[in-house]
T-cell receptor
Framework: GAGVSQSPSNKVTEKGKDVELRCDPI?????LYWYRQSLGQGLEFLIY????????KSGLPSDRFSAERTGGSVSTLTIQRTQQEDSAVYLC?????????????FGPGTRLLVL | AQSVTQLDSQVPVFEEAPVELRCNYS??????LFWYVQYPNQGLQLLLK??????LVESINGFEAEFNKSQTSFHLRKPSVHISDTAEYFC????????????FGQGTRLTINP
């Protein structure tokens, strides 16, 4: 079946511009996660959505980062006024019910380069 | 809060040799433990996980990991590696209760030489 998909696969932007990254989770999965993979910081949790509950935003590094999930499915991660330190691979994952024991299924990632 | 330490950033081994990738964690609460693998030019995928019960867990491709609560470790082993095992391996934990998120180690790059 279809896995987690992300778009675009690569994004090059100029410092100060806004970017939007999209994630389509596996159909039927109620939980959706965003992570960031960068050379200096490794893999870091950013934000977690579970059903209609308020998202856990505890991992967002600054108020330039925001995310929404529409209709319990597709999610968009927005970075405003991008900085060079935002360059990283942004990974999306989903799981069936958002329970800790579940496997998280990862997408291929969006590689963001801020010039 | 949780933290995960993978003691080796790179591990080179010869084909058919045994390998151990080390992982230690710190947590004030009970956690589940995971190993994820990232093959070249592919996304992260689950290799194996420890939830409860037997402390030794196995994957379908010959890897195994043992949960040691007293040493807070979850080392990954394989008795004989193949070229196809070349990848980056990430150890991760998730609290059993509370925040639903994975906390990852820095990763270990396993390189298999013929």
């Amino acid at each position: 079946g279809a896995g987690v998909s992300q778009s675009p696969s690569n994004k090059v932007t100029e410092k100060g511009k806004d970017v939007e990254l999209r994630c389509d989770p596996i159909s039927g999965h109620t939980a959706l996660y965003w992570y960031r993979q960068s050379l200096g910081q490794g893999l870091e949790f950013l934000i977690y959505f579970q059903g209609n509950s308020a998202p856990d935003k505890s991992g967002l590094p600054s108020d330039r980062f925001s995310a929404e999930r529409t209709g319990g499915s597709v999610s968009t991660l927005t970075i405003q006024r991008t900085q060079q330190e935002d360059s990283a691979v942004y990974l999306c994952a989903s799981s069936p019910g958002g329970v800790a024991r579940e496997t998280q299924y990862f997408g291929p990632g969006t590689r963001l380069l801020v010039l | 809060a949780q933290s995960v330490t993978q003691l080796d950033s790179q591990v080179p081994v010869f084909e058919e040799a045994p390998v151990e990738l080390r992982c230690n964690y710190s947590s004030s609460v009970s956690v589940y433990l995971f190993w994820y693998v990232q093959y070249p030019n592919q996304g992260l995928q689950l290799l194996l996980k420890y939830l409860s019960g037997s402390t030794l867990v196995e994957s379908i491709n010959g890897f195994e990991a043992e949960f040691n609560k007293s040493q807070t470790s979850f080392h990954l082993r394989k008795p004989s590696v193949h070229i196809s095992d070349t990848a980056e391996y990430f150890c991760a934990v998730s609290p059993i209760q509370g925040a639903q998120k994975l906390v990852f180690g820095q990763g270990t790059r396993l390189t298999i030489n013929p």
